[in-house]
C-alpha cells in the first residue's frame, strides 16, 4: 500500500511539473486503485472485524478494475486511444460486483456477518455456509475469476500493442533509445508474476497469513518489489503515441510515382550522399521532407525494397561510419566515435555496435 501511496504522490508532482507526459495521468489512476486495493488488505490483515466488509466490498471492486486500468495506461501509451470494450472491463465489472457484495453484506444479520468472515475470509471454506452468506462466498470468488481474466486479456493485449507501437516507432525515428518501450515487456513480465503471485495467494486463502508476521513479510516484501518495478518503468516513460507527429497528406511528384529501383536510388543518393544520417535526431519526415513525399513513400521503399526499417538503415549506416572512423583514426575515443557517428546518447552507440558490427 505504501509502496503504491508513493508512486501516486510521485506521479502527482511530476503531472503538476510537466502536465501529462507519457500517459502519466492513467498510470496515477492504476496506483490509486492500487493503494486503495491494498489499503483493503491492510484492514484485513489487521482483523478488525467492524471494518472488513466495507472495505472488502472496496477490495474486490477494486481487485477486477486494476489489471483493466493497467490496460488502459498501454492503450494510451501505444495508441492515444482507449477501445470501448477495455472501458466497459473497467467499470462494469468493478461497478456490479462492488455493489452486489456491498448490498449483500448490509443484507447479513451480525451473527451471519461473523459467520462470514469466521468460515469464508479467515477460514477459506464453504462448509455451513447458506443462503446470503454462500452467495456472498460466491460473488467473491466470481471477482477473482475476473481477476484472472482482467490480467489474461491485459498481457495479451499488452504485448500486441507494445509490439505495434515499438515498430511504428522504429520506422520513423533514428534514434529511438528514448522513445522506444524497451522497458515495457519488463513490466508485462512483472504484470505477470505480480497476477501469478496474487492468485496463489487468493487460492491459498489470505487467512494463512493472518496473525502470522513471519509468513506475512513474504507476499509483503514480493508485492512490494514488484509494484514499486511497476510503477518505476512507467514513470520514467516521457514519450508516447500521441508525441508522434501525423504523416502529410502525400503530394505528386516524381519521387511518389517512381518504381522502387528508382525510390530506393533517390533515397540512398540523399541520405548517404549528403550523409544525412549523421543527425541524432533524424526522421523519416525529414527524409521524406527532403524527396518532396510523404513518410509513407520511403517507409515503403524501406520495408519492401531493402527489407528493414528506417531505424535499422539508419543505424547499420552510422555504424558503418563508425567502423571507418576507427579504422582511420584510432586515436579517437568510443565517445569520438559515437558523437561523430550521430549518437547523442552513448548507451545508443553501443548498442547498435554492438548489433550491427561487421566484424
Request: with cysteine; glycine share 6%.
Amino acid at each position: 500500500m505504501l509502496v503504491c501511496a508513493f508512486w501516486t504522490l510521485m506521479l502527482s508532482i511530476d503531472m503538476r511539473e510537466h502536465g501529462d507526459r507519457g500517459c502519466h495521468r492513467a498510470l496515477w489512476w492504476w496506483s490509486m486503485v492500487s493503494t486503495l486495493l491494498y489499503l483493503g488488505y491492510f484492514v484485513f490483515y489487521n482483523g478488525d472485524r467492524a471494518l472488513i466488509p466495507y472495505f472488502k466490498t472496496l477490495q474486490v471492486a477494486c481487485n477486477v478494475a486494476v489489471f483493466p486500468l493497467y490496460l488502459r495506461y498501454l492503450s494510451l501509451l501505444t495508441e492515444g486511444r482507449v477501445a470501448r470494450w477495455v472501458m466497459d472491463l473497467i467499470w462494469w465489472p468493478p461497478l456490479l460486483l462492488g455493489l452486489s457484495v456491498g448490498v449483500l453484506y448490509t443484507l447479513l444479520t451480525p451473527a451471519e456477518r461473523d459467520q462470514f468472515i469466521t468460515t469464508y475470509l479467515f477460514g477459506n471454506c464453504y462448509v455451513g455456509l447458506q443462503g446470503v452468506v454462500r452467495l456472498l462466498a460466491l460473488m467473491h470468488s466470481v471477482g477473482k475469476v475476473v481477476f484472472v481474466v482482467g490480467l489474461g486479456l491485459t498481457l495479451w493485449q499488452g504485448v500486441v500493442k507494445v509490439r505495434r507501437y515499438n515498430r511504428l516507432v522504429d520506422s520513423i525515428y533514428s534514434d529511438t533509445a528514448r522513445r522506444r518501450l524497451y522497458g515495457i515487456p519488463l513490466i508485462l513480465s512483472l504484470m505477470l508474476a505480480t497476477g501469478v503471485v496474487s492468485f496463489v495467494a487468493n487460492m491459498v486463502g489470505h487467512h494463512v497469513f493472518v496473525g502470522n508476521v513471519w509468513l506475512l513479510v513474504v507476499p509483503f516484501v514480493v508485492f512490494s518489489a514488484l509494484l514499486f518495478a511497476l510503477a518505476y518503468c512507467g514513470y520514467r516513460q516521457r514519450f508516447s503515441f500521441v508525441d508522434i507527429p501525423r504523416d502529410e497528406p502525400c503530394q505528386p511528384c516524381a519521387a511518389a510515382e517512381a518504381v522502387w529501383s528508382e525510390r530506393r536510388e533517390q533515397l540512398e543518393l540523399l541520405v548517404k550522399g549528403s550523409q544525412l544520417y549523421l543527425d541524432s535526431d533524424l526522421t523519416v519526415d525529414t527524409v521524406a521532407h527532403r524527396l518532396g513525399t510523404n513518410r509513407r513513400y520511403v517507409q515503403q521503399t524501406l520495408n519492401e525494397e531493402m527489407g528493414m526499417s528506417f531505424s535499422e538503415y539508419i543505424n547499420r549506416l552510422r555504424i558503418a561510419h563508425a567502423e571507418r572512423l576507427l579504422a582511420e583514426h584510432p586515436e579517437l575515443t568510443m565517445e569520438d566515435v559515437a558523437a561523430r557517428s550521430g549518437y547523442a546518447v552513448g548507451s545508443t552507440f553501443y548498442r547498435n555496435f554492438s548489433k550491427y558490427r561487421k566484424s
